[in-house]
């Protein structure tokens, strides 16, 4: 599998709503981090659905290589 794109290093806090559907961005190519814009397009790539079971602020990981996606694991800082 190919390395995604680093968007930044560091996690987009985002407010989120309790029942809404998120769609992360894994590819880190978005123009909409860290939420899917469709940039994964003819790759190998696909967002990940994510359902807030809570409203409140979620840590979304922006360097795409976090081992508990969608949210920040602290990866960033290792690579």
Do not use: L
């Amino acid at each position: 599998m190919a390395d995604p794109v680093i968007a930044q290093k560091s996690p987009i806090p985002v407010e989120v709503e309790a029942g809404k559907n998120y769609f992360w961005c894994t590819c880190g190519k978005s123009s909409k981090q860290p939420f899917c814009d469709g940039s994964h397009q003819g790759s190998e790539f696909a967002p990940m659905k994510w359902t807030a079971d809570a409203t409140g602020k979620k840590f979304f990981c922006a360097c795409k290589h976090t081992g508990k996606g969608p949210f920040c694991d602290g990866t960033h800082s290792k690579i």
